[in-house]
């Protein structure tokens, strides 16, 4: 048995799922995916077994600048030799504070969590508190934004959370201002906040985020934008900085301290501040966790982002997107593959579609497709451009795309079940395992 094998057995039988992240789960890569990870550097990673791969993963998108990037890393111990935590605030959490609402406009406040769910289910909190009112819009097309109740009570795996619970989340269509409207209307007086993503895989068309804006405004509603994949990414202020609207609360996450474990909720004083110690005022409990504040990865948060500002990281990661993208795209067409193999969306945050013959995504294409790129040396379970992949890395990465692309050529005029090695990649988001 390699050490794959043996440590993959050991998280499946000690970790529920073996991973504590589901999107880091065996089911959702190929069979020949590494089980279990030493160690990584940059953009590499090396499995158990010593293997390495480029990888696109970079931790759920958290890694933005590039793994162990030593001015991060130094900036984090220095905080941990100041004690890591304290008694009372400290230094390091008042100066990340003070960043956050320089950086961004819109934010006046500011509080940190450790992950990107408690700050998403404290804005809706927030909302509740605020306006008195109790439902909550959230955006069907957009996969993820808390694994509390309120949000995974509105997907398939809603086992555990009671209907009332359920009940209280609605859904609307990204792009679809009717649909918002429509909402707005029919709960009309009862609509606490509405949350979405200001782009996921499809960007917004027709001034849709303004317009959104709008009728929040219209209809007393407060507006979340969840910047936990598009921040730190569209732009160091955001995709609400690069789409030019303004929200009421903003949450971050993943790429804000480059895998260090931050997130932050942010927003306009009047609605933060019911969650401070104003006198006469009704006391909101908004976020209160031992390791909140935890000084390392406030360390981590100031230094990315002063990485950020000095090396234009967005502008790079725009620039490698737009590399990788046209590669692929140049790929697929000399293979005549195109309508079965592209990239779409933002360049700095590309979407890999694998389509089978009917030219509909399919989750088999897709696995036969990330199987021979990790025969290759790449780890691709969607694609997550940070600073330190460079032209090299896009490069190779090319290549290994061209073999691919000609097996998965070859498994489109066959069948993929005669082409895939180990499981099929699955959705995580399904009534039955
Ligand atoms: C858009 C979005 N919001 C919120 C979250 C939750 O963040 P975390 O996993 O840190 O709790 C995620 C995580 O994938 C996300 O993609």
Redesign the pocket.
């Known amino acids: 048995m390699n050490k794959n094998e043996e440590y993959g057995k050991k998280a499946h039988l000690l970790i529920p799922a073996g991973a504590h ?1 589901y ?1 880091r789960t065996d089911e959702v890569f190929p069979g020949n995916a590494p089980k279990v990870i030493e160690r990584s550097k940059g953009v590499y990673t090396w499995d158990v077994d010593g293997n390495e791969y480029i990888d696109y993963g970079m931790a ?3 890694v933005t600048v590039g793994y162990d990037y030593d001015r991060i890393s130094e900036a984090a111990i220095r905080q941990i030799h100041n004690g890591n935590t304290a008694s009372k605030a400290s230094k390091i959490e008042v100066e990340a504070a003070e960043m956050m609402c320089s950086l961004f406009p819109w934010v006046d406040m500011v509080k940190f969590a ?7 289910s404290a804005a809706t909190k927030l909302a509740r508190a605020y306006t008195g009112k109790k439902y909550i819009a959230r955006c069907r097309e ?6 509390d109740d309120w949000f995974i009570g509105s997907t398939v795996m809603n086992a555990g959370v009671p209907e009332e619970i359920q009940d209280l989340t609605l859904q609307f269509s990204f792009n679809d201002i009717e649909s918002v409207h429509n909402l707005f209307e029919r709960y009309k007086g009862e609509i606490a906040a509405l949350i979405m ?1 200001p782009c ?1 895989t499809e960007e917004p068309t027709d001034h849709f985020l303004q317009k959104v804006r709008e009728l929040c405004t219209e209809y007393g509603v407060v507006y979340i934008l ?5 921040g730190f990414r569209w732009d160091l202020q955001g995709a609400c900085k690069y789409y030019g609207v303004e929200p009421d609360l903003v ?1 971050f ?2 790429g804000m301290a480059n895998g260090f474990s931050v ?1 932050a909720l942010g927003g306009k004083r009047d609605i933060m501040d019911l969650g401070g110690l104003t006198p006469g005022k009704e006391r909101v409990f908004l976020i209160s966790t031992t390791h909140g504040a935890e000084m390392s990865s406030l360390g981590a948060l100031v230094e990315t982002i002063n990485v950020y500002k000095e090396l234009n990281v967005t502008d790079h990661i725009w620039n490698m997107g737009r590399r990788l993208v046209k590669g692929f795209t140049e790929i697929a067409k000399e293979y005549s593959l195109q309508d079965y193999i592209y990239v779409e969306g933002a360049e700095c945050s590309p979407n890999l579609v694998v389509c089978g013959k009917d030219k509909k995504a399919s989750f088999e294409y897709r696995t036969v497709f990330l199987q021979e790129m990790l025969k290759a040396g790449i780890l691709m379970p969607y694609i997550a451009i940070a600073y330190q992949h460079t032209e090299k890395e896009i490069d190779r990465t090319l290549d290994a795309a061209r073999g691919a692309m000609k097996v998965l050529g070859d498994a489109l005029n066959a069948d993929a079940a005669q082409f895939i090695e180990g499981n099929v990649i699955k959705p995580v988001f399904r009534k039955y395992n």
Do not use: L, P, Q
């Open positions: 992240t999107s759920c998108r958290s450790k992950n990107g769910s408690t700050v998403t957009h996969a993820f934004f808390s694994y993503e996921d969840d910047e936990m994949i598009t949450t996450g993943k997130a």
